[in-house]
């Protein structure tokens, strides 16, 4: 393991890994499939909300990526921000920006349509939570995202997966299209494991062209037949 990989660790669980030599090696696999959804996007500076910052992984790779790029950080806990700040800074003239707040409250203090893209990846206790993925937090997606902009959300499941189910009877209800990735293990219910749900304006091949052995892929009415029957909360 290189010695510039900072990883950091909460609730006894590795929460984020970041290379400081290269913020571009993105370490989880569920972090390099975000990556590659943002890699998708339409080339260019983004202006990016991140509700969950932890070591800010994601932010460092949009700014190495994608200089110039505006984003708000939103943290609940000072502590760890602090920490990350001691431990492993972020570069100067980053253009990232750290609000110590929670996602509900943070989010409701940024503009309309003034994000290209909002990124959810955040946890309290091993969990998603349950105040970001319901109908009044998704609403604030909906006011910040400029047309066409994209909600890119991780979430821990299992089978019968009825987080991901309820959240997207949610997201449903945003305009564009909704994608779920899913690695197969996680699907055949071995372990608890993390999906991706998009929706927005989402771009052609978001996660690339993986093979289903590696990685599936749910878009139009895959979605709705394998991860329907929800209901909204």
């Known amino acids: 393991m ?3 990989l900072y990883v950091l660790t909460l609730d006894d669980m ?9 913020p571009t090696r993105l370490v989880f696999d569920y972090v390099r499939r975000i990556g590659d959804v943002l890699d998708a996007l339409p080339s260019g500076a983004l202006r990016v909300l ?15 990526t994608r200089p110039d790029s505006a984003q708000i950080v939103l943290e609940p806990s000072a502590a760890l921000v602090e920490q990350v700040r001691a431990e492993a800074p972020l570069p100067r003239r980053s253009g990232i920006k ?12 940024v503009r309309d349509e003034s994000q290209d893209v909002v990124v959810l990846d955040a946890f309290a206790g091993g969990a998603v939570p349950p105040e970001l993925t319901g109908v009044e937090f998704l609403e604030q997606v909906r006011r910040v995202l400029v047309p ?17 189910r309820r959240f997207v009877a949610v997201v449903g209800t945003v305009d564009g299209a909704v994608v779920v990735g899913v690695e197969p293990a996680t699907l055949k219910g071995r372990r608890a494991g993390n999906l991706i ?13 993986p093979s289903p052995m ?5 878009q139009g009415t895959a979605v709705s037949d394998s991860f329907g029957g929800g209901t909204p909360t």
């Open 2 to 4: 290189s010695d510039d």
């Open 14 to 22: 590795q929460q984020s890994a970041v290379d400081l030599a290269d």
């Open 50 to 64: 991140h509700v969950g910052g932890a070591a800010m992984t994601l932010p460092r790779y949009v700014a190495a």
């Open 98 to 109: 750290v609000r110590v707040a929670d996602g509900s409250s943070g989010i409701a203090a």
């Open 148 to 164: 066409g902009g994209v909600l890119v959300a991780n979430l821990v499941d299992r089978p019968p997966f009825p987080l991901v």
């Open 197 to 209: 749900v998009l929706c927005g304006g989402v771009p052609p091949s978001p996660f690339g062209n």
């Open 214 to 218: 590696d990685y599936r892929v749910y």
